[in-house]
Every structure is written in structure tokens, then in C-alpha cells.
């Protein structure tokens, strides 16, 4: 059984979720600009493809799509039968930039376009698979709607926020998605995407990086962010069903930051006393993490002790990061943990955190 | 017991410290921090279980925050000494750290008798 928690779909072109809008929005996505409404995307571009070469169709290539060929045939044959995917949980492409548009509105109904072409072209049609909502974080009351209109729906099982975002999330100012989130019993999945886009803040503090290499080594610092964030807020507090897990952003920087952040917590606790106990107790309880990019030291022996610190064998749950480039095939990974860690890595860790139901034999 | 190392001191009821501040003695070699909190009276070492700092001494007796019915609420009046270091709270009326489970500051038994606080190096029950 294997479950993998991070496998990435979209559409080809933003004219694609047409049929998916209310007519204002669609007049927008149509008719703004020279040749429709554009997306914010990365300054900087990958050197060699975003992509694995075998997920989309090359000849078709053409301006403006942002996934040509990709579909869910091609997923089922290159992941689901591939690698006898159990359920694969479905997070967004170029869509997780709606979250870090600045037309909150826009982003608000261009998200449940989004969603609702999601539910239609994918979830609806292939039982392996499963949904994360697309909601705009720089609306939450917005959010918080949209995760009332579809979170109910067995096909969507959590809520994805990019590590790109206005304000960390935590924040009181996002307690109306909190809530919802709450009352549906659906997990957050924070992922990498887009810092340094749109209305995000910068990738760090350093100032722009110049090369994709450097955005793609930094790009966890926004998860980073909320991660502290939510732990110093008392989100787990205020809300003691929810999950979080974190999606992409790495392993071992999660380890020193709990540290520092313990030490930190002891000394300040008075300055923020809605996180009542030491973050990894909540750490332990409530957030999980994905292995992919699991991190490549070149003695493969320090990579073990490097991450107990998070208590992976409780924490941590496979993921591919289908269709990108740099994609983590199932059995050399799993391979890396021990024997006793799998089948939890594998599934076991991914099956309570979403949430699923166990598979009936075909 | 070594002879001539006082195993005890004592001190006039009315030089007892008031709630919230700390009143340095010495029982022989030891430097112990006595504080009142809410009506009684605790004696504890004067050093840090944690990186050995002097606690009592240089550290401040402080009031929990904490919180109540979601909303940030003062705890017991003036029940914890801060550590000048790195800032750890402990409960002056158990030792217990506040923010490790494991560490606790060393107590003494601290007795009224006859108008005078008795300190003495026997650990507090």
C-alpha cells in the first residue's frame, strides 16, 4: 500500500477552467490583457525543465501552457498503475498563484473555478485520487466559504496553502480558515510555491536570489515561516482537531528550527501564552511532513540522525512531487528508512493524517 | 556533619521578604533565596539547574501569563523566579521548572518559630 501525498496536476492554459467560472470572471480570464488574464509566475527559470521529460506532451508545447499534455491518463500511467499508487493526493500547479494574487476577489473566484474543475476532470473520474481545496489565504472569509462549499465533498481532504504568502499564517487574521477548517475536519497542507511572487514576501530577507538554484535551496523559508508562525499562535490550541502538514519544504531545517524555537519558547513563553506547551509536543501531535526532496548528504549515514529530531517514523509520509523534476520514486526512497519506518512513511502516517478510507480489494 | 558548618539559620519574622521580592541568606557555604508567596514562605538555591546561573540573586520574581477562556490572564501573583540568563521560570513554591519537565530547583525547609524564620539545609518535604 502506498500513499503518495504530493502529486502535482493543472490545467494547460488558464482559458481551460473557462467553463468552471461565474461569467465575470470568465470575461476577465478571457478578454484582460492582449491575450487574457496572465498568472504571476517565478523570475527565474529552471535551467533544465520544470518538468520529468515522460509528464507532458513536448510537440504540443506552446505559449502560455503551463502543463501541456499533462492529464490524468497520463498520471494513472506514469504514477497511479506505475507505482501502484493507493491514493495520491492531488496539489495544484501554476493555480497556487491565486493565492498570492493581489485582486483578492479574483482570486477568490478563480480558486473555486479551480476546485470545481479539479472535482470534474480528476476527482470525480479516478477513484485513487484525492483533493486539496485551492482557497486564497489573502481573503480568508473567502476561504473560509469556499472551504464550507466543497469541504463536505469525500473527494477533497484538506486545504493547500503555498509557502508564498502576504501574511505567515498564523496570524490571527486567518482564524476564519482556521475555523472552517476545524469544523470540517480538514488538515492544511502548507507547501513550497511561489515565495517571491505576486504579493508574497521575499524568498528571505537576504534579498532577491539571482539563479533558480538558489530559489529552489531557499524556497522552504516561507513554509519555514508559517510553521513557526502557526506554533507560536496557538493554532493547535485554539483548534485541537487540526492538521498541518508540511509539503516540500524539506526535512532536517524543520529539526534545528524546533530546537531554536524550544529554547526560544522557554525564555518568551510569557510574550506568547496561547502556545501553552513546548511546539514539539505540538509538533509531535499535529503536524506531519513530506519526504520529498529528501535530502542527498553525501555520507548517507548522517541522514537518519539528522531527522529523529521530528520523529519521522510518527511524522513523515511519502510524497513524489509528480510531475517536477525533482520527483522521489517510491521504493528508492522508502528504501532509505528502515525497515521498521516504512509501511508508516509509506501509508500509515498519510492515512490518518487525510483522513482515508481503507482501499476495498479490487 | 562537619563540624562547626551551621546546619541552620534563622532570621526575624519581620526582615522576611514581602511578596514578590527575594531575601538573600547563607546557611554555612549555601546561598539561599528566601520569598513569600501567597502567605508562605520557600527557601530555594540560589543557582540555576540549567546552566548554574545565580537564579534567586540576580534573577526576578515574576507572575505567570497564561491563558483563560482564550484570552490572556495573570496567573499567581509574583509565584515564579526568572533565571537572569536565559530567562527559565521556576515555581518558587515547588522548584519545578516551567518549562522542563526534568529540572527543579534545590528547596530547603523553611519553619516559623517563635517570631523568626528557621532555614535550614534539610530539604524542603
Given at each position: 500500500m502506498l500513499i503518495d501525498s504530493d502529486v502535482h496536476v493543472g490545467y494547460e492554459t488558464l482559458l481551460d477552467l473557462c467553463d468552471y467560472l461565474d461569467p465575470p470572471t470568465?470575461?476577465?480570464?478571457?478578454?484582460?490583457?492582449?491575450?487574457?488574464?496572465?498568472?504571476?509566475?517565478?523570475?527565474?527559470?529552471?535551467?533544465?525543465?520544470?518538468?520529468?521529460?515522460d509528464t507532458y506532451d513536448r510537440e504540443a508545447t506552446e505559449v502560455g501552457a503551463q502543463l501541456p499534455g499533462q492529464n490524468l491518463e497520463r498520471v494513472r500511467a506514469n504514477l497511479l498503475d506505475a507505482s501502484d499508487v493507493t491514493y495520491a493526493i492531488l496539489t495544484p500547479d501554476e493555480a497556487a498563484a491565486f493565492s498570492v494574487l493581489p485582486n483578492a476577489e479574483l482570486a477568490a473566484r478563480l480558486c473555486s473555478g479551480y476546485n470545481n474543475w479539479l472535482l470534474e476532470r480528476?476527482?470525480?473520474?479516478?477513484?485513487?485520487?484525492?483533493?486539496?481545496?485551492?482557497?486564497?489565504?489573502?481573503?480568508?472569509?473567502?476561504?473560509?466559504?469556499?472551504?464550507?462549499?466543497?469541504?463536505?465533498?469525500?473527494?477533497?481532504?484538506g486545504v493547500f496553502l503555498p509557502g508564498g504568502a502576504r501574511v505567515p499564517y498564523g496570524n490571527p487574521v486567518h482564524e476564519p480558515l482556521w475555523r472552517a477548517c476545524e469544523e470540517l475536519a480538514l488538515p492544511v497542507a502548507v507547501h513550497t510555491h511561489f515565495e517571491g511572487v505576486g504579493i508574497a514576501g521575499p524568498v528571505t530577507a537576504a534579498g532577491y536570489p539571482d539563479h533558480y538554484v538558489e530559489y529552489h535551496t531557499l524556497c522552504g523559508a516561507g513554509m519555514w515561516g508559517h510553521f513557526v508562525s502557526i506554533l507560536c499562535h496557538?493554532?493547535?490550541?485554539?483548534?485541537?482537531?487540526?492538521?498541518?502538514?508540511?509539503?516540500e519544504g524539506g526535512l532536517v531545517p524543520f529539526v534545528g528550527l524546533l530546537w531554536r524555537l524550544e529554547t526560544n519558547w522557554r525564555a518568551c513563553r510569557s510574550e506568547i501564552p496561547y502556545c501553552r506547551r513546548p511546539p514539539s509536543e505540538y509538533v509531535l501531535e499535529h503536524v506531519r511532513f513530506t519526504t520529498q526532496p529528501l535530502e542527498e548528504p553525501a555520507d548517507e549515514r548522517?541522514?537518519?540522525?539528522?531527522?529523529?529530531?521530528?520523529?519521522?517514523?510518527?511524522?513523515?509520509?511519502?510524497?513524489?512531487?509528480?510531475?517536477?523534476?525533482?520527483?522521489?520514486?517510491?521504493?528508492?526512497?522508502?528504501?532509505?528508512?528502515?525497515?521498521?519506518?516504512?509501511?508508516?512513511v509509506?501509508?500509515?502516517?498519510?492515512?490518518?493524517?487525510?483522513?482515508?478510507?481503507?482501499?476495498?480489494e479490487a | 556533619m562537619s563540624a562547626g558548618r551551621p546546619r541552620e539559620t534563622r532570621i526575624p519574622l519581620a526582615e522576611a521578604p514581602p511578596p514578590g521580592r527575594v531575601r538573600m541568606i547563607r546557611v554555612g557555604a549555601h546561598r539561599i533565596a528566601l520569598f513569600r508567596v501567597d502567605g508562605k514562605f520557600h527557601a530555594l538555591a540560589d543557582?540555576?539547574?540549567?546552566?548554574?546561573?545565580?537564579?534567586?540573586?540576580?534573577?526576578?520574581?515574576?507572575?505567570?501569563?497564561?491563558?483563560r477562556d482564550?484570552?490572556?490572564?495573570?496567573?499567581?501573583?509574583?509565584?515564579?523566579?526568572?533565571?537572569?540568563?536565559?530567562?527559565?521560570?521556576?515555581e518558587i513554591a515547588t522548584g519545578r521548572c516551567a518549562v522542563h519537565p526534568r529540572l527543579?530547583?534545590?528547596?530547603?525547609?523553611?519553619?516559623?518559630?517563635?517570631?523568626?524564620?528557621?532555614?535550614?539545609?534539610s530539604k524542603a518535604p
Open positions: 470568465r470575461e476577465l480570464v478571457i478578454h484582460s490583457g492582449t491575450n487574457g488574464l496572465g498568472m504571476p509566475t517565478y523570475p527565474w527559470y529552471h535551467p533544465t525543465g520544470w518538468l520529468r521529460g480528476y476527482l470525480e473520474e479516478e477513484p485513487r485520487v484525492r483533493g486539496l481545496l485551492v482557497v486564497p489565504p489573502q481573503h480568508p472569509e473567502a476561504a473560509a466559504r469556499e472551504i464550507r462549499r466543497l469541504g463536505p465533498r469525500d473527494e477533497f481532504v496557538g493554532v493547535f490550541e485554539r483548534h485541537p482537531d487540526t492538521r498541518v502538514m508540511m509539503m548522517l541522514l537518519l540522525p539528522a531527522i529523529e529530531g521530528i520523529a519521522p517514523w510518527e511524522t513523515l509520509c511519502y510524497a513524489s512531487d509528480y510531475p517536477h523534476w525533482d520527483f522521489d520514486e517510491p521504493e528508492q526512497t522508502l528504501r532509505r528508512f528502515p525497515a521498521e519506518w516504512r509501511d508508516a509509506a501509508h500509515g502516517n498519510a492515512m490518518s493524517f487525510f483522513r482515508l478510507p481503507t482501499p476495498v | 543557582r540555576c539547574p540549567h546552566r548554574g546561573a545565580p537564579l534567586c540573586s540576580r534573577g526576578r520574581v515574576v507572575t505567570a501569563i497564561e491563558v482564550g484570552e490572556p490572564a495573570i496567573g499567581p501573583q509574583d509565584a515564579l523566579v526568572r533565571c537572569p540568563w536565559h530567562k527559565w521560570d521556576f527543579r530547583v534545590r528547596r530547603y525547609t523553611v519553619e516559623v518559630d517563635d517570631g523568626e524564620l528557621v532555614v535550614s539545609l
